[in-house]
């Protein structure tokens, strides 16, 4: 029963790294360089910077591991 649960939780940890990787891929690539300004540029104070948008990503992965799992825990 455990062994299933954690290769469970560990398929849906890998789902979300993987989503998430490819949404930031996505993201930089289409839209990062039209609209956010550059760490050396003149704007770089502006609160969106890709090194905070780096961060919110990384802490937006870790949160819906975190929903997954205690969802996970709680239904089964």
């Given at each position: 029963?455990?062994?299933?649960l954690l290769t469970?939780?560990?398929f849906f940890a890998l789902l979300i790294?993987?989503?998430?990787?490819?949404m930031w891929y996505i993201f930089h690539r289409k839209i990062?360089?039209?609209c956010l300004?550059?760490?050396?540029g003149p704007g770089a104070r502006s609160l969106f910077t890709h090194i905070r948008f780096k961060a919110f990503a990384i802490v937006?992965?870790?949160l819906l591991i975190v929903v997954i799992i205690v969802t996970y825990l709680?239904?089964?």
């Open positions: 029963m455990e062994s299933t469970a939780l560990v790294f993987a989503i998430e990787g490819a990062a360089g039209m300004p550059d760490e050396s937006h992965t870790l709680f239904l089964w």
